[in-house]
Nanobody
Framework: QVQLVESGGGLVQPGGSLRLSCAASVSINNFAAMGWYRQAPGKQRDLVAR???????NYPDSVKGRFTISRDNAKNTVYLQMNSLKPEDTAVYYC??????????WGQGTQVTVSS
């Protein structure tokens, strides 16, 4: 069973940047895709960024142009570079892997707080 460990969250001022990391315990080449999601208090968990095994990426409009997902296959790690952060980006950010059969595994989450 794959284990995912997120890191890099914290407190940042509006307009600032953070880079989140998600380290997998197995080769990420085994998976169809990896993604970052976020969940604010009282809200559903939403997609933030997704990267497929092919390298193709997709983002919702809310983060397009500000967030970038990337992967380092040698380190079995996926990154989320977040720039121009806004207070509404405040949430717990979760990493996941998507298998070719549709089954997903989630990390434990890392808190991102954007506040002055």
């Amino acid at each position: 069973q794959v284990q995912l460990v997120e890191s890099g969250g914290g407190l940042v001022q509006p307009g600032g940047s953070l880079r989140l990391s998600c380290a997998a315990s197995v080769s990420i080449n085994n998976f169809a895709a990896m993604g970052w999601y976020r969940q604010a208090p009282g809200k559903q968990r939403d997609l933030v960024a997704r990267i497929f095994n092919s390298g193709m990426t997709n983002y919702p409009d809310s983060v397009k142009g500000r967030f970038t997902i990337s992967r380092d296959n040698a380190k079995n790690t996926v990154y989320l570079q977040m720039n121009s952060l806004k207070p509404e980006d405040t949430a717990v950010y979760y990493c996941n892997v998507e298998r070719y059969n549709g089954i997903r595994t989630w990390g434990q989450g890392t808190q991102v707080t954007v506040s002055s």
